[in-house]
C-alpha cells in the first residue's frame, strides 16, 4: 500500500523528530530522533489501522476474548522487530538489555505508542510487562532472569503485577495484607488482589505479587516483600474481570484474583524478605514517565479528531463549520496550551530520573503524575463534545480513550496521594520561607532608619477620639 | 549587615543555580549560574528590602509621587554595577551592548528580579526601557543610538512606549490612528496614547511612539511607523495617570497623553516609514518572556507568603495551623504544579527565540503569554484567601502582586489575542488530521479485508420490522 | 421484609417532603407532599434493590439483551399502580389523563425516580415515552390517541422518538434530512436514524419520526413534520445499537435505524405537514426538566455513595478515614453547594413552565439545562475518586451514572446551542445597557456641573512638555 | 431631568418587579413590588450618576478623605426620605421600626441598591448600621435603644462593629483577645481591632464591640461580651485605615483601633456578659443575605458593563466588534448562568430565614455566602478582560467592584469556614447513606434469591490455574 498521506511534505505534518520541544532537544540523540520517526511512521501506518482488526479478533463473549490472542499483535511484532523497534523502554543508564534509549528518549518513543491500542505490545513496551522487566532485570537473581525475563524480553508470555486489594486503602501501600507466611521450603500466599491488569491474557505466565511476610515488623517499610508466583500454581483463582466503565479491556483486562494457599519455592523471592516497599518505589518511576508520555500522545490523538470534526464540511450546525464558531478555537487553543505544557513536564521529569534516579526525581514525577491525567482528559472531553453522540459511542475511539484515561487518576496512586505529598514536601520550606520573608522586613526597617525615615503607613490616620492624633 | 538567613545551608534553601529544571540545564552557562547566585542574593538581601524605603521615598500626594525618584534606586545601581549586574536583557546573539546572556539564561535571572518592587531597574533590567533599548540598537542610525541608546544602557534616563490607543480596540494594532504626518522637514504628530508606561518618570525623556504614516496604504501592515520623540517637545501633554485597581505605580505609573501637532525632525523615524509594524512584532517576543519570568517570580514569591501564613503559629483557626487543615496542602501543590510547569513553558520560548528568533518561536511565546499570567493570579489568590484581611491591605505585597498580574493578562495583546491566533495556527492542521484518520480507517477495513474479516459493529443488532436479519 | 432504616427517625434523614427547598414549597399540593414520600420510600426500598435483579435477568450477549424484558419491571408496575404512583409526568394544567400534578411537583419525584434504573420505568415516567405521550396527547387525532396512547399510557407498549440522525450536525433541527414523500395514499419514508433512545426494547412499537415534508420551503421551520410509524413497518432496519462508554443499555438502548421505503397511511402525520418544529419545540421544555431532576437525584445519590465511602472504617490511607483528610470535606461542600443550587434552577423553570408554557420559560429551561449536567458530572466524578478502582468498574454504579451524565450535555442540544441560544439573547438588553450607563455618566456631569465642580481625574497630572501643566 | 431611558418600553427592559424568578413572587407582596420599582428608579436614576459626585466631593489627601462627608449623600436622603424608601432593611417578622418588608423583600431591593455607591446610605440600608441596628432593635436596653437606635434609624450618626483583630487567627470568633474586664463601675477595654468598617467616618459615633469578660470560661462560646463604646471615649486611637487593593473606600474606610484602658459605664453591654457569641451568630445570618444580594446586583452591573463594551462599534479588532467573537457570546451566557442560579440561593436562603431564623437557616446562607462572590468575581473579571485598560482603571467601576467582591469571599467568616462547616454537617448524613445502601445492597440479594437467581458478575471469569473454573 502506497503511503496516502506524505508524512515529509507539509509544514502542518513534520515528523515527530522535528517536533520535539527544543528545551528538550539537546538530550535526544542522532539515532534516538531517527527511531522516533521510525516509530511514528509504524503506529500511524501500521497500528492505529490495525486497532480495528485486533478489536475484530477478540470476539464478543466474556470468556472468549478473555481466551482470544489476536494474530495481528503477532504480525506486528514482527514488523516491528524487523524495524529495530523492540524494547525501547529499558533505559540505557541502568539496563543492557534494552535498545538503549534514555527514559528521555523512551518518552518520546512513548507518546507515539500511545496513540494505537496495539502499538505498545506490538513494540514490547507495554504495561505491565516493562515495569515487572524492570524488576527482574534490576533486583532478580540469574535463575529467575532466565526463567522469566528472557521469554518477557522475547514477548513469548506476559506478565501481572499484582499490589492493589479490594479490601483496604491501597493508595497507601502499607495497607497491603496479602500473607506470604514460610511453611517449610515453599512461601504459602493468602489473600487476594484486584486491578491486576493483564492477568486476563492467557498468555500472562508470571505474577508479580507483593504481600506481607512481616506485618509485625515496627517498620511499616519492612513488611512488604516481592515475589514470583507463576499463574497456573494450584489455589489461584481469575474470578472476574472487573470492567472500566463499561469496557472490558479484552483480553488485558484486569483480574480480581484469589489466593488460597498458594506455594511456591522460597526462591521466588525478590531481593529477599522485607525488600518489597524498596522494590515498588523503584519500579513506579519509569512507570509513571511511561503512562504519563502515553497519554500525551493520546491526547495528541484525540485533538486531531478534534481537528477533524470542528472542520468537517458535512456538518454545519447555524450555517457554519464548527471551528467558524469562535468557541471551538478557543478550545483548539486551550488544549495546545495543556499538552505542550504537559509534555514539558513529563521530559522534565524522565530528564531528572536519567541524571540520577526515580527517588531522587520524586517532585518531578509527583508533578507529572497529576497534570498529564487532568490534560488529558480535558482534551478527550472537548473531542467528545464536538462530536456529540458520535462521541460517546462505538464511532470513534473517544469514549474508550476517556475511560483509559480516567483511571490514570487513580492508578499507581491517586492524585490526592501525590498532591498530599507535593504538598507537605513543599511545606518543609515553610519555616526558611517565613524567616527569609522576617528578615527582608527587619532589614528594611533598618535601611529606613540608616536614612532618618519613618515607615509610615500609606493610610495612617492617627485620629485619637473622634479627633487627630499627633504624628 | 550579617547575612541571617544562610542561603546555602538548607536543602529547603538550594540557591537559583541549583533550582533550575533539569531540562534547562545544557542552556546554563557556567557564568550565568554564577550570575544568578549573585542575582538572587542582590535581590533577596538588597533589593526586596530596600522595597520599603522606595515606597517610603515616594510619598503621598499625585503630583509629588510622579515626581519623585527615590535616592534608594540609585543606591541599588551602584551596586548592581558593582556586582556585574547590569544590562543582563541583553541577548548575546543580537546584541554586544549587553552583559552576553540568552534569553533564557535572562529569563532565569529575570524571574528572580520580578520578586522586588526595585530589582529590575536597579540592574537596569525594566521594562519598557528593554524593549526600547532592543529596538534602538536593533534598528538605530547610529545618531539615534548615540543620542537615546548610551544614556539608555547607562541608566541615566529612561524611556516610553506608546503604543496603546484609548479610542480604538488596539489589541489589533492596525487599528492605532495616531497621525505622523510630513510637514516640510518635520513629522507633525497628532493623536493620543494611553497606558504609556514608564511617561510619570520625570527622568523618561524619549518616547517611541507608534503611529500611522501611511493610513490608507492598502496592505494594512505597512501604513505604521515607529518614530522617536523627546518628552519635553512641545505640544505633549501628559493628562493623567491610570490607576491599576487602585494603585498608581508611582513615579513609573502608566499615562493617558496627547499629542497636538507635535513636531520632530525627520530623522527621529525608526528604520523608515511603513517599517512599525515590523519593528514591534520583533519587539514583543522578549519582552513577553520578560514578563512571563518575573510573573513566575511573582508567584515564587507570593508561595513563600502562603507557606509563611500557613504554618504561622500565632494563627490558629479551630485549634490548628492552617497547614494542618487538609486543603492547604492541596493549595500548595497545585501552586507547585502551576509554576512548575508555567516555567518550563517560559524557558522553552526562550530557547526557541534563542535558536532563531522571535518570529519562528510564536507558539512557544503565546502560550507562555496566556499560561503565566493565570498560574500567577491563582497562585497569588490563594495566598490572598490564606492571609484574610491582611492579603487585601497594605499590610502584605500580596493586593499590589495581584494588581500587576491582572494587567498581564491585557498587555501586549489579550489573553484572547493569543488564544485565537493559537487557535487557527493549529486549525491549519485540521485538513492532514482529517486525512491521516481517513486513511488510517481506509486501511484497518483493508487488513480485515486481507483476513477475510467483516467489519462486525459490536452491537450489531440487524433486527427487521420488530424480527432479527441475517447478517 | 421489615424496613432496615427508619425513614423518618433521624435528623439526617428527614423524608423528601421535608427536603424541599422552603422557596419550592408554595408551589407543592399536600397531596403533592403525601405522594412525594411515597415515591420515595417505593424507590428506596424497592427500586433500588431490584435494579440488580434487573441487571440479572437481561443477561448477556448483545442479542438476548435487546430482546430481554425483565420480568421485576412488571413486578414493580404492579407496585407502583397500588400505590398511585402512575404517570405522574403528565401536568395537571395541559392535560387530564396523567396523575394530577404540576411540572414542579413532578420534577420533586421525577429527583427521586432518578435515584433507581427501574423506577421511572416502573411508574411509566420513562423517557422517551413521556415526550411521546405529551405529543399525542397534545397534537394526535382521536383515532392516533385511541391507537398509541392508550397502550403508552397503560404501560402496555413503549414508543421511541427518532430525531437525530447521523450524517448531519443535527444539534440544529433545520438540518434534518429523513424524507417524507407522499404517494398515492401514503407517506413514504427514506432515510437514516440514530440515537433512537428505547428503539432497543422488543415492547417499542411506535415510533414519533421527524422528517421533511417539505424541504424546499423557503421557511425552514416549515419543512419538517412529525409522524407516526409502527415498528412493525416493513422497510425498517435497526441495524445496530449504540454504545455509551462501554454500555449497551439494553434493553432499551440507543438504536442505529434506516428507513428504505417505509410506507405509512396519511393520517399517521401529526398535526399536519410542516407542523413538526412546532411539535417539538413544545415537546422538549418538559423532557429537560425531567431529565434535570432526575440528574439531580442521581447527584445525590453520588453523594451518598461518595459519604459512605469516605468514611468507610475499613479504608484508612495514612491513618485516617478519608472523611478526616480536609479535603474530602470541602468537596462535600462544593457537592452540596452545586446541587442545591442546580435545584432551584430547575425548580425555578418548572415554575416558569407551570405558570405559562414551556416557550415562555426558555431561558429557565436552557440554564437549567446547562448547569444541571455539569452539577452531576463534578459530583459523580469526586465519587468514583473516592472510590478509587471501585469507582470506575462494576462494584458501584458510579461509573454507569457518569456515562449517563455525560450524555446529558448533549441529548436534547448540545450545551453549546444552549449557551449560543443564552448569550444571543441576553445580548439583545446591550443596547439599553449602553444607553442607560451613558445617561447616567452625563447625568453624573450634570449633577457636578449643578454643584460647581469640575470631574477631576483622581491621578490628573496635567503635566506639558515634561513639566506641570495649568489646571 | 426628563428620563432619557424609557424604563417601561422595552421587554428587554423590564423593571425590577417583572424580573423577579417565577420561584420567588409568591413571596412578595404588592406592596414591595411596588417599591421595587421604586428602589429601581432612584437607584439607576438618581444615586449610580450621584456615585460620581460623591467621589468627587471626597477629595483626595488621606487625611482629608477621611473627614469628608459628602452633601450629595444627604442630597440623596431626603430624596428617598420622600420616596419612602428608608430602612427597608429591618425584617417585618422581628421588628417594628423598620419598613415592613420580609428579609426576602428587602434582598430584592438590596440587589438594586448594590449597584450604587451611595444609594444604601442614601436609604439607611448601609452596613455595617443595619447589623447594628438589629442587635440594639433586638437586645438593646430601652436607655441603650434610645441613645443609639433612636440617631441610626434617623440616620443622622454612622455606626461601627468592631471584632476583628489582626494578631490572631479571627475567622474562628473563639479566638478573640481584646479584654474587656469589670473595674468598679466601669468595663475598661484593651486590645486591638482592625477590619472595622465604617470607622473612618466623623460621623461613626458608636462601635459596637465584640471582646472577651470572661476568657477563662471552660465553654469557648460564653467567654465574649459585646459592648457599646462612644467613639469619642478616651483611649480609642484610629492608627490607620486599611487599603483594599489600592482603594482606601473614604470615608466609610476600614480602621486599624488601639484600645487602651477604655472606660464606659457597666450598662453598655449588650444583653449582658458572656453573651456574646449569641449577639453575634444572630446578628451574621441577615447581613450575609444584604451583601450576597448587594453582590448579585453588582454582578448584574458588570454584566451591563460588559454588554455595553463588546458592543460598541468604535472597538472591532479584526473588523468584528467583540460580541461576534463567538467566546463573547458564551461568556454572556455563563455569567447568565452564574447570576441567576446563585440569586435562586440567596432568596432561598432569605426564605429560609423568614420563615424561622438565622441559626435554622444556616446551611442555606452557608451555601450563599460560598457562591455568590464566586459569580461576582467571576461576572468582573470578563468584563475588566473585555474592558482592557480600561477595565483595571478608573474608567469603570470594574476594578473597584472586584476589590470590593474579592473581600466578599473573607469577610464574615473566609470560604473555607463555610465550606468546612457545610461539609461536616452534611458529613453527620454519612452513617445513614451508608446503612442505606448497604440495606438496598442486601434487599437485592434477597430479591434475587427468591427469583432463584445467582448475582453473577459482568465479566465472571472463574479461571483457575491459567484453565477455566466451573461455577
Not at 505542550?340 to 508533578?367: C, Q, Y
Request: glycine share 8%.
Amino acid at each position: 500500500m502506497s503511503v496516502p498521506y506524505n508524512i515529509e511534505s507539509s509544514k502542518y505534518n513534520l515528523p515527530a523528530s522535528k517536533r520535539i520541544p527544543p528545551i528538550a532537544l539537546p538530550f535526544v540523540s542522532e539515532r534516538a530522533l531517527k527511531t522516533l520517526d521510525v516509530v511514528e511512521k509504524f503506529v500511524e501506518e501500521e497500528c492505529i489501522p490495525a486497532d480495528v482488526v485486533f478489536a475484530q479478533q477478540i470476539g464478543t463473549a466474556t470468556e472468549a476474548r478473555f481466551a482470544a490472542h489476536p494474530q495481528i499483535i503477532e504480525d506486528l511484532k514482527v514488523k516491528a522487530k524487523q524495524l529495530g523497534l523492540w524494547n525501547m523502554f529499558l533505559p540505557r543508564n541502568h539496563f543492557s538489555q534494552g535498545a538503549g534509549f534514555s527514559n528521555l528518549e523512551y518518552g518520546l518513543m512513548a507518546e507515539i505508542l500511545g496513540k494505537s491500542a496495539t502499538a505498545s505490545e506490538a513494540t514490547n513496551c507495554a504495561a505491565p510487562d516493562t515495569g515487572n522487566m524492570e524488576v527482574i532485570a534490576k533486583y532478580g537473581t540469574e535463575a529467575q532472569k532466565q526463567k522469566w525475563l528472557t521469554p518477557l524480553l522475547d514477548g513469548k508470555i506476559r506478565s501481572a503485577f499484582l499490589m492493589t486489594e479490594p479490601d483496604i486503602a491501597s493508595s497507601d501501600a502499607t495497607n497491603i495484607q496479602l500473607q506470604i507466611t514460610k511453611e517449610g521450603n515453599s512461601w504459602v500466599l493468602n489473600g487476594s488482589k484486584w486491578w491486576s491488569s493483564g492477568a486476563g491474557d492467557l498468555r500472562c505466565q508470571i505474577y508479580i505479587v507483593m504481600g506481607k511476610t512481616d506485618p509485625n515488623n515496627s517498620n511499616k517499610h519492612l513488611q512488604q516483600s516481592v515475589i514470583l508466583v507463576p499463574a497456573s500454581t494450584p489455589g489461584i483463582t481469575i474470578n472476574r474481570m472487573l470492567s472500566v466503565f463499561g469496557f472490558d479491556d479484552a483480553p488485558h483486562g484486569h483480574g480480581h484474583i484469589t489466593f488460597n494457599n498458594v506455594r511456591v519455592p522460597l526462591d521466588h523471592i525478590v531481593l529477599g524478605p522485607g525488600k518489597g516497599f524498596e522494590i515498588i518505589q523503584g519500579r513506579l518511576g519509569p512507570g509513571r514517565i511511561h503512562h504519563a508520555m502515553r497519554s500525551i500522545g493520546a491526547a495528541e490523538k484525540a485533538l486531531d479528531w478534534f481537528l477533524a470534526r470542528i472542520n468537517d464540511q458535512r456538518k454545519k450546525p447555524f450555517g457554519k463549520v464548527l471551528s467558524e464558531h469562535g468557541i471551538m478555537l478557543e478550545r483548539i487553543a486551550k488544549s495546545r496550551v495543556e499538552i505542550d505544557s504537559s509534555r514539558l513536564v513529563v521530559l522534565n521529569a524522565a530528564i531528572a530520573i536519567d541524571n540520577a534516579d526515580a527517588k531522587s526525581a520524586l517532585k518531578e514525577i509527583a508533578i507529572a503524575k497529576v497534570l498529564v491525567p487532568a490534560t488529558l482528559l480535558a482534551v478527550i472531553d472537548r473531542a467528545i463534545q464536538a462530536y456529540g453522540g458520535a462521541g460517546v459511542c462505538q464511532d470513534t475511539p473517544l469514549a474508550k480513550m476517556y475511560s483509559n484515561g480516567r483511571t490514570m487518576r487513580i492508578v499507581d496512586g491517586p492524585d490526592e496521594v501525590h498532591m498530599l505529598q507535593l504538598g507537605k514536601n513543599e511545606n518543609k520550606r515553610a519555616e526558611f520561607a517565613a524567616k527569609k520573608i522576617e528578615f527582608q522586613r527587619i532589614k528594611g526597617l533598618r535601611l529606613l532608619e540608616e536614612r532618618g525615615l519613618k515607615p509610615v503607613d500609606p493610610l495612617f490616620l492617627g485620629r485619637v477620639s473622634g479627633g487627630v492624633a499627633k504624628l
